[in-house]
């Protein structure tokens, strides 16, 4: 079957341009992440969904950033009038179950190269 | 705050050579912890989790509470095993899974 996929792969956006990045996870997972990658760095948590409700904010760095999965399943990442910091690779990852226990593998997609100009 | 330290960006062996990644990590709780390999042009991927207590493509990782610890380790390293590894830690009860910054293996032939 497939596994998480994201679109695009690569944005290229001008300062203050908005931009919308989506994640399909696998389906029937019910936990939906995202996460920021910043070049030499590894991933840093953006925000966490179980079925379509967004339970975790908390890593989001500005209220710039939007995320909603309004189905339980596909997910945009929304950024608002984008600046220079933050381009980076966006991940997301779904899980079967949970945060916790055996169901807790994430599976990652292959990632958003955002490059704000 | 819980953090994870990856103390080695860049670490290089020859083929045959035991090879250990270290990871450190500050947390008041009980984690969950694992490593994520990342192999070229191929996204990040679980490769073992302390729970679990497995050995995956002859690794094994040994949780070390006392020096908060969670080392990956291989007896015998393969030219395969280039990638970039990252180490991650799950505070109990949470969902912001942190992640360490990398370290890149490279197993010279």
């Known amino acids: 079957g497939a596994g998480v996929s994201q679109s695009p792969r690569y944005k290229v956006a001008k300062r203050g341009q908005d931009v919308a990045l989506r994640c399909d996870p696998i389906?029937?997972?019910?936990?939906l992440f995202w996460y920021q990658q910043a070049l030499g760095q590894g991933p840093e948590f953006l925000t966490y969904?179980?079925?379509?409700?967004?339970?975790?904010k908390s890593g989001l760095p500005s209220d710039r950033f939007f995320a909603e999965r309004p189905e339980g399943s596909v997910s945009t990442l929304k950024i608002q009038r984008t600046q220079q910091e933050d381009s980076a690779v966006y991940l997301c990852?779904?899980?079967?179950?949970?945060?916790?226990?055996?169901?807790?593998?994430?599976?990652f997609g292959p990632g958003t190269r955002l490059t704000v100009l | 705050a819980q953090r994870v330290t990856q103390p080695e960006k860049l670490l290089s062996v020859f083929k045959g050579a035991p090879v250990e990644l270290k990871c450190n990590y500050s947390?008041?709780?009980?984690?969950?912890l694992f490593w994520y390999v990342q192999y070229s042009r191929q996204r990040l991927q679980l490769l073992l989790r302390?729970?679990s207590r497995e050995s995956i493509k002859g690794f094994t990782a040994d949780l070390n509470k006392g020096e908060t610890s969670f080392h990956l380790k291989k007896p015998f390293a393969q030219e395969e095993d280039s990638a970039m590894y990252y180490c991650?830690?799950?505070?109990?009860?949470?969902?912001?899974?942190?992640f360490g910054a990398g370290t890149r293996l490279t197993v010279k032939p």
């Open positions: 947390y008041s709780g009980s984690p969950e």
């Open positions: 969904f179980q079925n379509e409700a967004q339970l975790d």
């Open positions: 990852a779904s899980s079967l179950g949970g945060t916790s226990g055996f169901y807790n593998e994430q599976f």
């Open positions: 389906s029937g997972h019910v936990s």
């Open positions: 302390h729970i």
């Open positions: 991650a830690l799950l505070p109990s009860g949470h969902n912001d899974m942190r």
